[in-house]
């Protein structure tokens, strides 16, 4: 298999520009250029660097105990980890379904997740490259300088995070790792002081998610040209669509698109992803690459998260972020939009989406009162999956007699952008280094068009699959020495006729 | 008024100079730091940021105060951390992770090699010929991981899963004031 600009030819003799640590993203990362005498671009490859082994240490652990040790994956989106756990949890004791109340007090805390994690990308991490430009002066290029040029909006955007945090801290009992959600429902109601407070806020919250959605297409109006073919490039999409194909983040079922918007999974359960999701692994990163079995590597790879989101769903159901959407699929004027830049708009469309819904969840007495907990018929296995800030999130467990967790299996959301991220810094290599002299301004273009995809690279560092994968070994000169898959069925197969040079 | 008088230079008092960073940590001890919510806005006033994941800073240069999150899982952590050693007068371990390697300290009865090969091979059915990530590009992972204070010299602790925002806040005033930081029983936790 070969991908453009991942692999060159011959590395030998080429000079090597690294972007380390890529920052303004959460976690470790860091970029590679190969470059030949002439400046031309030969390799472009985005490393994961660090490895921390979770899902094996999970492994022995108390089942109870999981949801709370996960979220330790990442201090960002915890929630998400803590609830998908949870939901997958629910199948080992059987609580299918939670009551009402813990169904809606965790949509609360996911929603204010959502909300929280969207408003840190977008205007502490981002908003400095959208709002000085890509190459302005880097002291400045921060949420410092964002709030000496521009408070009002560096106001908006501490205090956006700061509802969703609060929602989070109301629900969970804490803002960063707490310990509301458990196996089988949750601990706790949300308080009425809590709720009252919230709700007094939440007028100006959405007036506020509002502004950050104009604010967000805006900006993309500005230069749109720019901003429409900086990093793009046409992919699949996946995400988790409510049954009747509204937008939910909570729950779901699988839905995936061809690049040209047609439906090429709709429906699938989550509890049946490993028939759909295959990962492989590459030597030269910690971070596997996900793709669609059916489609194979090359044609299955796709993008998760906002931009998938907004353009996989039929409709968003709260009227103010609906309105948007709509807005934001006329842009593609009848073709998905591919603008790696356009998640920015997507992420605050739903952005203002979770401020609808935690004004909805607020007003629901099942919040205050109201059974907590189930348990039923004790099961061994169970998946849960959820849409977390960054995108699809998959947690698979298997758990013995003895309530220790026998297996563990995390695809996170950042796992699923693995080779998008990695086709969008090429795109921008392509386009802006091949041929000149390398800058600063333009080393950070590479990251610019990685923070779109909002990269969580410690959850990625943490997800080892078992999944079906496919090695090929490497000579020197590139060539394929051996090639070795394992079946779905766990099979291994040697597939010698895959002898061909790979050809950077 | 004598003359002359406003004429004389006002010098604005230096801003502190941080420096953070996210070692084999989850970022969380960094978002409990912006849990501060619009105190951070005060901070700006007062501090200014050397490298951390919030600039665009790749190396840290000289700075009176370093905040690492996260133990030491790999090589690179380490010469980072020696690096933040070597830059701030003023070194703090922040949570848990620094402090006692935290969570991801779980893996250490685990031998790393095994646990490798159980991931990429083993564990995925293979034989010969699949491959641990190995490229020069990725740092060695350690043995086991490590709390910082094993490595550097640190000065103050600031214990938590994440310490609070309050307790943040209150340890960087009292350290920008130029008072021994003291932080009261209900902001030290350990959870």
């Given at each position: ?320 972020a609906e309105a948007q959407r709509q807005e934001f699929v ?150 394929v020495i051996d090639h070795i898959a394992r079946s779905s ?16 | ?40 806005l005060e901070l700006i006033q007062h501090v200014e940021f ?142």
């Amino acid at each position: 298999m070969t991908f453009d600009l991942e692999t060159a030819a011959s590395p030998k003799g080429l000079r090597r520009v690294a972007i380390d640590p890529v920052s303004r993203v959460e976690g470790h990362g860091k970029v590679t250029i190969l470059l030949d005498d002439q400046h031309r671009v030969k390799q472009v490859r985005l490393h994961i660097v660090e490895f921390r082994g979770f899902e094996k240490f999970i492994e022995g652990r108390p089942y109870w105990e999981v949801p709370v040790m996960v979220q330790r994956l990442c201090g960002i989106c915890p929630v998400s980890h803590h609830l998908a756990a949870s939901k997958a949890m629910d199948l080992i004791v059987g609580a299918v379904p939670v009551t009402a109340s813990a169904t809606k007090i965790r949509r609360l805390m996911h929603y204010g997740q959502i909300m929280q994690s969207h408003a840190l990308h977008f205007f502490h991490l981002s908003s400095p490259d959208l709002l000085f430009g890509f190459d302005s002066d880097v002291a400045r290029r921060n949420i410092v300088g964002v709030a000496m040029a521009y408070p009002d909006i560096a106001k908006k955007g501490v205090l956006l995070r700061k509802f969703g945090q609060e929602v989070i801290r109301a629900t969970a009992g804490k803002r960063v790792h707490g310990t509301g959600s458990v196996p089988g429902g949750v601990n706790k109601h949300v308080s009425r002081a809590d709720r009252d407070a919230l709700r007094k806020d939440l007028p100006q919250m959405l007036e506020w998610a509002q502004d950050a959605v104009n604010l967000a297409r805006q900006l993309h109006m500005q230069d749109a040209a720019m901003h429409d073919s900086f990093g793009s490039f046409r992919s699949n999409m996946l995400s988790l669509v409510r049954a009747d194909g509204a937008m939910d983040l909570y729950d779901g079922v699988l839905r995936a698109r061809d690049a040209s918007g047609r439906l090429i999974l709709d429906g699938a359960s989550d509890q049946g992803y490993l028939d759909l999701i295959e990962e492989e692994v590459r030597p030269w990163s910690y971070m596997k690459f996900p793709h669609l079995r059916a489609l194979g590597p090359e044609k299955g790879w796709y993008r998760v998260g906002p931009l998938a989101r907004v353009q996989n769903c039929d409709f968003i159901p709260t009227p103010l972020a609906e309105a948007q959407r709509q807005e934001f699929v006329a842009w593609g004027g009848g073709e998905p939009v591919h603008a790696t830049l356009a998640y920015h708009w997507a992420r605050m469309v739903e952005a203002l989406h979770a401020v609808e819904v935690i004004g909805e969840l607020l007003d629901d007495p099942d919040i205050l009162s109201g059974g907590l907990m189930v348990t039923g018929t004790r099961r061994s296995e169970g998946v849960g999956v959820i849409e977390a800030p960054r995108g699809t999130l998959i947690h698979h467990y298997t758990v013995g007699a003895d309530d220790l967790v026998t297996m563990c299996n995390l695809i996170v959301s950042t796992t699923h952008n693995n080779q998008a991220m990695n086709e969008a810094v090429r795109s921008v290599a392509r386009e802006y280094l091949d041929g000149v002299e390398i800058t600063e301004g333009l080393l950070n273009r590479i990251e610019v068009a990685i923070r779109a995809y909002d990269p969580c690279l410690s959850c990625a560092t943490h997800a080892l699959g078992r999944m079906p994968l496919k090695v090929a070994l490497l000579g020197d000169g590139g060539e394929v020495i051996d090639h070795i898959a394992r079946s779905s069925t766990g099979e291994i197969v040697r597939d010698l006729a895959a002898r061909v040079r790979v050809d950077g | 008024m004598s003359p002359g008088t406003g004429s004389y230079p006002v010098y604005a008092p230096r801003k502190i100079k941080v420096a953070t960073v996210s070692l084999a940590g989850c970022f969380g001890c960094h978002m409990s730091l912006l849990d501060i919510d619009e105190r951070l806005l005060e901070l700006i006033q007062h501090v200014e940021f050397d490298r951390s994941p919030l600039t665009d800073i790749k190396d840290v240069g000289p700075c009176d105060i370093g905040l690492i999150e996260g133990g030491l899982c790999n090589s690179e952590n380490v010469q980072v951390l020696r690096e933040f050693r070597a830059q701030c007068k003023t070194l703090v371990a922040v949570g848990a992770c620094a402090i006692s390697g935290g969570l991801p300290a779980q893996r250490n009865h685990l031998d790393l090699a095994t646990l490798l090969t159980d991931v990429y091979h083993r564990r995925l059915g293979m034989s010969e010929g699949s491959v641990i990530p190995n490229d020069p590009e990725l740092p060695l992972p350690l043995r086991h991981v490590h709390p910082i204070h094993e490595v550097v010299h640190v000065d103050y602790s600031l214990p938590g899963c994440p310490p609070s925002a309050e307790a943040i806040w209150s340890f960087l005033s009292d350290l920008m004031a130029g008072r021994t930081p003291h932080l009261g029983p209900d902001q030290l936790r350990y959870d």
